[in-house]
T-cell receptor
Framework: NAGVTQTPKFQVLKTGQSMTLQCAQDMNHNSMYWYRQDPGMGLRLIYYSASEGTTDKGEVPNGYNVSRLNKREFSLRLESAAPSQTSVYFC??????????FGSGTRLTVV | GQQLNQSPQSMFIQEGEDVSMNCTSSSIFNTWLWYKQDPGEGPVLLIALYKAGELTSNGRLTAQFGITRKDSFLNISASIPSDVGIYFCAGQLHKAAGNKLTFGGGTRVLVKP
């Protein structure tokens, strides 16, 4: 998944803990996106950023905050993790011919 | 919000078989995309469809953009073991909608025991 880098790859949190998922793209794109993936539900958009300095809610934003730090970086923060946020998280940025390039994902478990 | 219904949810394949999956939407899209996801990886684009009625192939994969712009199908011919994975359809509106993708629930392709 060249061009989009996510960290960490795995994380276990206790309920109520906070963490930030990091994402960086080196393709000089304006748009970046955060999705979560749950079994049978495909990928659902949490937040997106159409350009540096702007962010907008997606389909499932509750419990999350985002920061578009600069053109390269778009972070996702869980202030108080809940078991319902156990999921695989993907960051994405536009690909050359429509669609997105995805990062390799962050597998988060909240216990 | 927009919903994409993808079917089947899972299927078993035997090497050499042709398989098919489809996606329907409650509203139209300007672009349909098909992705494949391998374990531990992000989805990777297989085929992109840009206009209604378009039929596009990529090796053993063939996909079509429905005339109504509300559906698409993906066929895999002569399946091989490495076709195992999760396949997602996705619809995209452009520009005014922030280029956001809406995804189907996925079709998990497994090998027959």
């Amino acid at each position: 998944n060249a061009g989009v880098t996510q960290t960490p790859k795995f994380q276990v949190l206790k309920t109520g803990q906070s963490m930030t998922l990091q994402c960086a793209q080196d393709m000089n794109h304006n748009s970046m996106y955060w999705y979560r993936q749950d079994p049978g539900m495909g990928l659902r958009l949490i937040y997106y950023s159409a350009s540096e300095g702007t962010t907008d809610k997606g389909e499932v934003p509750n419990g999350y905050n985002v920061s578009r730090l600069n053109k390269r970086e778009f972070s996702l923060r869980l202030e108080s993790a809940a078991p319902s946020q156990t999921s695989v998280y993907f960051c994405a940025s536009p690909a050359p011919n429509y669609g997105y390039t995805f990062g390799s994902g962050t597998r988060l478990t909240v216990v | 919000g927009q919903q994409l219904n993808q079917s089947p949810q899972s299927m078993f394949i035997q090497e050499g078989e042709d398989v098919s999956m489809n996606c329907t939407s409650s509203s139209i899209f300007n672009t349909w995309l098909w992705y494949k996801q391998d374990p531990g990886e992000g989805p990777v684009l297989l085929i992109a469809l840009y206009k209604a009625g378009e039929l596009t192939s990529n090796g053993r994969l063939t996909a079509q953009f429905g005339i109504t712009r509300k559906d698409s199908f993906l066929n895999i011919s002569a399946s091989i073991p490495s076709d195992v994975g999760i396949y997602f359809c996705a619809g995209q509106l452009h520009k005014a909608a922030g280029n956001k993708l809406t995804f189907g629930g996925g079709t998990r392709v497994l090998v027959k025991p």
